[in-house]
Structure formats: structure tokens, C-alpha cells
């Protein structure tokens, strides 16, 4: 035990847009996870777990609130989730626990319009992170960065960063890129020194967060948040070539496989309609305006880099990891591992994430180990959902589970009292500016996509078609297993007006 207290303390070590196929505990021949490796061989590895949106904010306040995207409100990027108590952070605090927060947030808009919140770019956040207010959506000390790779210098870690650049900035250090090709595709040498890059500054205050939690002598909820393997896919120099490009399979992609989905499919590969706005990405002569200019050796090199991104975040979570055991805290400490959604990385045509419910973009690597609790090792191929992580791990800690919460507590699978906890995953996707809007259920051997105001969506037998090639929403023998799915959908839909308004933490 750790000598503090009998509630367990909570790690949660997250990343940003990360692929199951990324590590090695998933079965990846190409990439060298030892750290998050071990994690999984001493605890539960999760192979059907999903996101509830493919994009970083909604799926980030899921993950913290226990709801869906349509109970919490924050239903795409740029907009701001509200601060009212209902994240895992503020009830534990309220609990007693110490509550820490280090790395990427992302739980409001980073764009200066039309809502400005604290974690806007604008021409005066210096001045705003130096007097950071807390507690920050129940924090009581948070350290946050914001952007990525060459333009992730912005928050706590960039005023440390600046202490160490001087007059340099991180974008001034990019090479000239070895693949200039359209934006998610991309893969840049970079001068930015190792012990400087921002996974190694996430490991660095963690430890520091660790160690100042193991002194409060309280129970903690510590959160260290990595802003990689997002793009741009910028490596730093000295780490080129840890993966190596001819190891690395290339994309799942046939030609003519997006004729039978919906048509933004088709119009992302071509270029005529990009996430995460209606406009396409036109950013210059130097980029392709579409997906499929992507040459298969660029493919190739840029996927390489990505992976080489996740063993850097790897060797910064063994960082935490070992402090971890360093200080004695690992018998009664939750350690969960995940990320906010998957990445395309040329599958099916496409890159990035949005407006698309392929696997590779939902279904998320989740591992978790804990010692004094866990009753059930090894592999996991129960359905879970990021929204069940807030009331498991409130339940472990000895709080009851508010019933406006959406995902279900998994400690009965935890201790090995029930094979699973759910039947089916619900995601969603939202984009006003595109008029997007996406319900998907995932059962174990389904899945069913409808699109409002559309008369396509996807059906998709992962049994027979994991790789999701065979649209059968239009078959003329699925259609009783849509209407079944569909009824679905329609109840998720429905769960947060039969719900009691949320209370305010300390009200009745």
C-alpha cells in the first residue's frame, strides 16, 4: 500500500490521437514499446475499447465527465466544455483528493473567436499562463501545453520552453522536410533537442507532480497528458530512422473501396472536403490538394515517423512509470493508459480523423493495471467505452457514481465478477459548418452509422469485413439487423432528456 491512504491514487497517462497498432502489446512488429509493454503484461489490455468522438475536445470531456457528446455539450473543437463540477477531477477534490493536471487539455478552444478561454492563442497568453488560474476544471494545479510538435509551443510549457530557447522558437527549428505533401501526411527532421521536446517536459513535471502529491499525503488524480503522435509528424533529428519506413506496412487502401460510402468519403480523398471545415486544405504550391497525391514512399515515411512519435511518448511515460515505483506507490495506484481517438494514416484513402467512424479513428488502445485491486489480468475483448473511465474510477474510490453519467463503472469486470460491463458503444460526431452529423452503435459484430437529415449511412460486419470494405446498410438481408441497431442509436439518443439536470457540485 502506499502508506497514505486505503483509496487508490490515480495515474492517467493519455496521448493525442494515437492507433492501437502503435504499440507492441497490440501485436505491432515495428514499433518498440517496452514501457507501455510491461504496463499491459501486469495488468488488463483492452482490445475493443472506444472513443465517444473522433475528435480531441469531445472525446477528452468524455473521458473526464463519464458523458456522451450529446449529454456534455462540447461536440467538436472550438468549443468550450463547462467548468460545473461534473468532471472526475472536481469530485474527487471535493473527496480529498489531490488533483493534478500536466500536459495537454484541450477542453476549450484554442482559437482567439469568438469564445476566448484560457487556453486561447492569442497575443497575450504569456501574460495569461503566468498567473493561470486554478482550480481549472477541478485541478488544483495545472500545467498545460498547447498546440503540437512545431507549433506546440504555447501554455506553461512554452514559457519553459522559452527560458531554454531564448530568441528561437520551435518552428524555427524544422528541417527542410523529407515529404511535402498535403497536412497530416508529413515528415519533418527536427532540431529540437530531446530533453526539450515536449514529452520529455510532460515526464518532467509529472515526476515533479508525483513527488509534491506523495508529500501532501493524500490520495491523488494525476494526469499527464502527451501531445504527440498528432501532426505534424515532426521528429526530433537525432531519432530519425528509429523506425524504419520498409518495416512499416503500408496503408489499408484498394482503389474503388469508398464508391459505396457516403460521399465525403470520397471528396476527402480527392481533396474537395477536409476536416474539421467545409473549406479544403489549400495551404500553398508545396501541398497537394488532395489525399491521394500522396505517393506511396511519402506514405511510407511519414507513418514511420509517426510510430518513431510514440516511442519517444513511450520512453516518457517509462520515465513516469519508474518514479512511480520509485517512490512506492505502485501496489495501490490506478495506472490507466489511453488516448482521445485514433488516426487514418492513409487507411482507406484518408489521413487525420473526423467525419469518419473507421476502427483505425474509434477504437483505442486502454490499459490498465492496479495492483491492489485488480482482479482480472491479461486480454480484455469485453466493449468499453472512454466514458466508462470517470465512474470506474470514482467507484474505486469509494464515491458514488451521479446517474447523469452515461458510461458504466467496469470494476465488475475489474474484479472479475461479470465478463462485460456494456453490449454496445455508442460515438458520435458533430460539424455544424459540414451540416455532419454522425450516431454510431458497435456491437461486437456490427456496426451502424446513420447521418441526420441522410438517406445513406454504413453498415459494416467486422466478423466477416474488419477491414469495413462491404457497405451493407442498403443489403436487402441486413436490413432487421439495422432496424435493431438503429433502435439503438435512437435510445442513446434519448438517455440524456430522461435524465435529472445535472447538479452543481455542493448543491442538493
Not at 89 to 100: C, M
Not at 312 to 317: E, H, I, T, Y
Not at 408 to 429: G, T
Request: net charge negative.
Amino acid at each position: 500500500m502506499d502508506g497514505q491512504s486505503t483509496r487508490p491514487n490515480i495515474l492517467l497517462i493519455m496521448t493525442d490521437q494515437q492507433r492501437c497498432d502503435s504499440l507492441g502489446c497490440y501485436g505491432s512488429e515495428f514499433v518498440r514499446t517496452p514501457s507501455l509493454d510491461r504496463l499491459a503484461a501486469d495488468g488488463l489490455l483492452f482490445t475493443r475499447a472506444y472513443c465517444t468522438n473522433p475528435v480531441c475536445t469531445p472525446s477528452r470531456v468524455s473521458l473526464f465527465t463519464g458523458m456522451h457528446v450529446g449529454s456534455h455539450g462540447a461536440w467538436n473543437i472550438g468549443t468550450i466544455a463547462e467548468d460545473n463540477g461534473t468532471f472526475l477531477s472536481a469530485r474527487l477534490a471535493e473527496a480529498g483528493y489531490d488533483t493534478r493536471y500536466v500536459g495537454k487539455a484541450h477542453f476549450s478552444s484554442w482559437a482567439a473567436s469568438p469564445q476566448r478561454s484560457l487556453e486561447s492563442f492569442h497575443d497575450d497568453w504569456e501574460r495569461n499562463f503566468r498567473r493561470f488560474p486554478t482550480p481549472y476544471y477541478g485541478f488544483e494545479h495545472a500545467e498545460l501545453s498547447m498546440g503540437h510538435t512545431s507549433f506546440g509551443h504555447f501554455g506553461h510549457y512554452g514559457l519553459w520552453l522559452r527560458e531554454k530557447l531564448g530568441d528561437k522558437r520551435p518552428a524555427e527549428l524544422v528541417r527542410k522536410a523529407k515529404s511535402i505533401h498535403r497536412f497530416g501526411a508529413e515528415a519533418y527532421d527536427w532540431d529540437m533537442p530531446v530533453e526539450l521536446h515536449n514529452s520529455s517536459w510532460v515526464a518532467e513535471r509529472t515526476v515533479h507532480a508525483l513527488r509534491e502529491a506523495k508529500a501532501a499525503g493524500k490520495p491523488f488524480l494525476i494526469a499527464a497528458s502527451f501531445q504527440d503522435p498528432h501532426h505534424p509528424h515532426c521528429l526530433p533529428a537525432s531519432l530519425g530512422g528509429t523506425v524504419d519506413p520498409s518495416r512499416v506496412p503500408p496503408p489499408l487502401w484498394s482503389e474503388g473501396e469508398l464508391d459505396d460510402k457516403p460521399p465525403h468519403f470520397k471528396s476527402a480523398h480527392e481533396g474537395e472536403h477536409a476536416y474539421p471545415t467545409k473549406a479544403p486544405f489549400r495551404t500553398g504550391k508545396e501541398y497537394p490538394d488532395a489525399f491521394s497525391a500522396v505517393e506511396a514512399e511519402e506514405a511510407q515515411l511519414a507513418r514511420a515517423y509517426y510510430y518513431a512519435m510514440v516511442q519517444l511518448v513511450d520512453r516518457c511515460a517509462g520515465v513516469i512509470l519508474d518514479e512511480l515505483a520509485g517512490l512506492g506507490l505502485v501496489d495501490n495506484t490506478i495506472v490507466v493508459f489511453t488516448t482521445d481517438h485514433g488516426e487514418l494514416l492513409g487507411d482507406h484513402g484518408l489521413w487525420l480523423k473526423g467525419p469518419f467512424h473507421y476502427e483505425q479513428l474509434i477504437n483505442v488502445p486502454l490499459l490498465l493495471r492496479w495492483p491492489a485491486g485488480l482482479r482480472r489480468t491479461g486480454v480484455c475483448a469485453s466493449l468499453a467505452s472512454l466514458a466508462d473511465l470517470a465512474p470506474t474510477l470514482l467507484e474505486a474510490a469509494g464515491q458514488q457514481v451521479p446517474g447523469w453519467i452515461d458510461g458504466h463503472s467496469l470494476m465488475p469486470l475489474l474484479r472479475n465478477e461479470q465478463p462485460a460491463v456494456r453490449q454496445h458503444a455508442f460515438i458520435e460526431y458533430v460539424d455544424t459548418v459540414d451540416d455532419l452529423r454522425l450516431k454510431t452503435v458497435v456491437t461486437e459484430r456490427y456496426k451502424l452509422t446513420v447521418y441526420h437529415r441522410r438517406e445513406y449511412g454504413e453498415l459494416y460486419d467486422l466478423r466477416e469485413d474488419p477491414r469495413e470494405t462491404v457497405n451493407l446498410f442498403h443489403a436487402p438481408a441486413m436490413q432487421q439487423v439495422k432496424m435493431r441497431l438503429m433502435a439503438l442509436i435512437v435510445d442513446e439518443m434519448e438517455k440524456p432528456e430522461s435524465k435529472l439536470r445535472r447538479p452543481r457540485i455542493g448543491s442538493s
